[in-house]
């Protein structure tokens, strides 16, 4: 189960997979996706996972708000919580709600930030043990126009040029990049179901493929995400692929049972 805290979530474009969700600050309404963005990042989740449920989590507010969202989608029993978004300033009701979050296992994993609107990596990227993750483009290149970087930043994954179906237009950021990441996480997790998320967090650093200077960096930081590798029985005597989306196409993966990913062939580890 995927929490995606975002701007909610139309559920009749994800083919049964939206649980019942909430919104914070509960305003009796219901998390009908009226902006689109977290929709696009359920459907992005579900490309890379595509057998995950996704609990959809409508937040209008700053940093408190988002700690509400946490704690909720933690007692719901979400394993993954996607925050695609991003707060300017952390508050401790948030560093408690991330906090209790991975320590009951939870892999909380955030969008390190989009240059246009942050200058540093923003909350709850920026706290410890949560997946802060930064923009690659088709070529595994960081992007510096478009992603934040620091030295927060725990991996990367594809974000520039993503689209969700092909009628859309391809669209770049770090949401991409995180929402991506929350889905090889759910794969790992559905691989490996008696890891602890601390385990998974290894298993995802340790397997990411090194880019930029030889270990990690305020761009990369351990690498780009590499769900092969991440999910492979034996990563370091099995060819892996580097991840590197030009073009997610949720319709062609529902009709191929699995993401389409755009692939480099990468040497072996030894």
Do not use: C
Not at 120 to 135: F, T, Y
Not at 211 to 234: K, L
């Amino acid at each position: 189960m995927v929490a995606v805290i975002d701007t909610g979530v139309n559920a009749a474009e994800l083919a049964g997979a939206a649980l019942p969700g909430r919104s914070f600050p509960d305003l009796g309404t219901d998390v009908h996706d009226e902006n689109g963005h977290g929709t696009r990042m359920a459907r992005v989740v579900l490309a890379a996972a595509p057998g995950a449920k996704v609990l959809p989590v409508k937040v209008a507010g700053g940093a408190d708000v988002l700690a509400d969202a946490i704690t909720w989608a933690t007692a719901n029993g979400a394993q993954v919580i996607n925050v695609s978004q991003g707060a300017k300033r952390r508050s401790d009701r948030l560093v408690a709600a991330v906090r209790a979050a991975i320590e009951r296992g939870v892999i909380v994993v955030a969008a390190a930030g989009n240059v246009a609107q942050d200058t540093r990596v923003p909350a709850p990227a920026d706290l410890d043990g949560v997946l802060a993750i930064s923009a690659v483009d088709a070529d595994g290149r960081f992007r510096p126009d478009i992603s934040v970087s620091g030295p927060e930043v725990d991996l990367a994954a594809p974000g520039v040029g993503i689209a969700v179906s092909p009628e859309d237009k391809p669209a770049s950021g770090t949401s991409y990049a995180a929402a991506i990441t929350s889905g090889v996480v759910a794969l790992v997790r559905a691989r490996y179901p008696d890891l602890t998320g601390e385990e998974v967090v290894r298993k995802l650093t340790g397997t990411a493929r090194d880019a930029g200077p030889p270990g990690p960096d305020p761009e990369y930081g351990a690498g780009i995400v590499d769900p092969v590798a991440a999910t492979a029985e034996e990563p370091s005597t099995v060819a892996s692929w580097v991840l590197s989306l030009g073009v997610l196409a949720v319709g062609a993966a529902a009709a191929s049972g699995g993401l389409v990913w755009w692939r480099r062939r990468r040497s072996q580890r030894s």
